[in-house]
């Protein structure tokens, strides 16, 4: 099982995770672990290689800040609406690529962060990874969302990672990351479904 080893945690609440630890939310009860989701800021976690992905930072992929790695953790925050309106910030430890299986309406959360639904489905293609996509299957998840870009709670996320989705990665594959896209590569560990 794959397990987050730089994680030293600060504060109660959080711990080390493995990929099928998939977070409870209102909707999602069973199989499940609670306590992954909390209010933003209200948790210090030090790790040397992984960093906080802000509700606000929404750099591309294009950009070298806004590309991720293969089991990198990070801290993704997100709120309900658009940052600026100030809806409700929550906060996760996550790895790039936890695999949370199906969420209450069997909707695909698999492989985090790769901006797509789910994991690719063979090899030989590309798919782009980044920082906007993971934030937006995060949203996603934890708001049952519905409508992409016109979604009330996450359609600002879809919207940002919608650009990353759109990167041509057969001529540019600086938004990939090479051997990280199907569900035999990235979800290691047991995937948790409803």
Request: aromatic share 6%.
């Amino acid at each position: 099982m794959r397990l987050l080893p730089l994680l030293t945690t600060v504060a109660a609440g959080w711990h080390s995770v493995s990929a099928s630890d998939r977070p409870c939310t209102a909707l999602i009860r069973s199989n499940c672990t609670e306590g992954r989701f909390l209010p933003c800021g209200s948790s210090k976690v030090e790790h040397p290689h992984g960093g906080i992905v802000p509700a606000r930072d929404v750099t591309t992929c294009r950009v070298r800040a806004g590309r991720v790695r293969a089991g990198q953790a990070l801290v993704v925050q997100f709120t309900s609406g658009p940052p600026e309106q100030r809806g409700e910030c929550i906060e996760i430890l996550v790895e790039l690529g936890e695999c949370w299986g199906q969420d209450s309406d069997g909707d695909s959360y698999d492989c985090l962060g790769r901006c797509g639904i789910g994991c690719q489905e063979g090899p030989g293609l590309c798919s782009n990874w980044s920082r906007n996509c993971l934030k937006h299957d995060i949203c996603s998840y934890y708001h049952n969302s519905r409508g992409g870009a016109v979604d009330p709670h996450c359609g600002w996320a879809f919207q940002k990672a919608e650009q990353d989705f759109l990167e041509p990665c057969l001529t540019d594959a600086a938004c990939t990351v090479p051997r990280f896209n199907t569900k035999a590569e990235v979800c290691k560990a047991k995937v948790v479904g409803v």
